[in-house]
Each structure stands twice: as C-alpha cells, then as structure tokens.
C-alpha cells in the first residue's frame, strides 16, 4: 500500500507541519502571541503538565519552519519555552488514511 519510513508517511499524508509547545506563562496571553506568530495557521490548548505551564499543538504552513519565530516571540513575551517538538501522525493514523484514501479510489473507479 505504501512504502517508506513512518516519517515520511506522516508529513506526505497529514500535509501539516504540528509542533507541540510546552510555555510557562498565563494560558490566554501564550495563546494569543502564539497565533501571532507568521506562519501559524491553528492553536489548540493541551493542557498543563507541569505547574505554572500550558501545552499548545501548533499548527503552520506546510512548508515553514516555525521554530526560530516562536522562540524570538516567546522571549519578546518573557514567557519561556520549556519544550518543542514534532508532532506526527501515529503508525494507526498513517494506516487508516491510506485504508480510507484507497477506499475512496476504489469508489469513484466503479
């Protein structure tokens, strides 16, 4: 069905660049500089995993590396991040997209 590393797979079939962010700082303000930055297409709070902090799942442009803008905002903010990373689409995710995108092929051949 497909072939290449789970990687790979992830950033073709999702067509999103996700970043996960973990800011200590007030969770509407972090939010709000977050959208700010150029390139950010979608914010969703995660949560708190750690006292005084807020996850976001950050979502930019396919093509844009986001990172340097976050930092350069958080710092101009004084809200300092404690975590950044990736985020891809699970090995399930990858399999049930491909299930569902070969479905809707097999579909409108018929």
């Known amino acids: 069905m497909a072939a290449d590393t789970p990687e790979n797979l992830a950033h073709r079939l999702s067509g999103k660049n996700r970043l996960l962010v973990r800011v200590?700082?007030?969770?509407?303000?972090?939010?709000e500089a977050l959208a700010n930055v150029e390139g950010v297409k979608n914010v969703q709070e995660q949560g708190s995993a750690e006292p005084e902090t807020f996850d976001f799942l950050v979502e930019a442009e396919v093509k844009m590396d986001i990172r340097k803008p976050i930092f350069f905002a958080m710092s101009k903010e004084g809200y300092p991040i404690l975590m950044l990373k990736p985020v891809d689409l699970t090995?399930?995710?990858?399999?049930?997209?491909?299930?569902?995108?070969?479905?809707?092929?097999?579909?409108?051949?018929?």
Do not use: M
């Open 24 to 31: 200590a700082g007030p969770e509407d303000r972090v939010r």
């Open 91 to 110: 090995l399930e995710e990858i399999f049930l997209q491909i299930i569902t995108e070969e479905k809707n092929e097999e579909r409108e051949v018929s």
